[in-house]
């Protein structure tokens, strides 16, 4: 797990592009899904193979990105059910359950200084 997230710029008519999207994962790329079956502003969860989630997300103008899928105030593993926003230019996603908000880049929560989620390197192929 690294906290640097490495994308590509895409335009819009990109986003859908096929690829395999990979993450950064025990020093390893990992492949999870078909870039084509993500759905800008919207997440999908990924089991990792030691158990844990990542929520992967494709904004609209087609980056994409992956935190971890746990809610650190809750436990609950819903990150990857918010909702996209951004904020000062920041993309973030907001948790399901009491609204705290993820920056999709450093996995920083943006309303308490004290929370994180961890944030998994991104490469499309």
């Known amino acids: ?25 025990a020093d390893a790329w990992l492949p999870v899904c078909d870039r084509s079956l993500l759905t800008p502003g919207r997440g999908v969860a990924v089991l990792l193979p030691d158990g844990d989630q990542a929520a992967l997300f494709m904004d609209r103008s087609g980056q ?24 000062g230019g920041r993309p973030f996603v907001a948790s399901p359950l009491l609204k705290q908000r993820f920056d999709l880049a450093t996995g920083a929560c943006l309303d308490d200084e004290g929370a994180a989620v961890p944030v998994f390197a991104v490469r499309t192929d």
């Open 64 to 87: 994409v990105y992956a935190i971890g899928n746990r809610d650190p105030f809750t436990g609950a593993y819903v990150l990857a059910r918010g909702l996209l926003g951004s904020v």
């Open 1 to 25: 797990m690294t906290t640097e997230t490495i994308t590509t710029k895409t335009t819009a008519s990109e986003a859908t592009a096929s690829g395999t999207v990979r993450l950064s994962c």
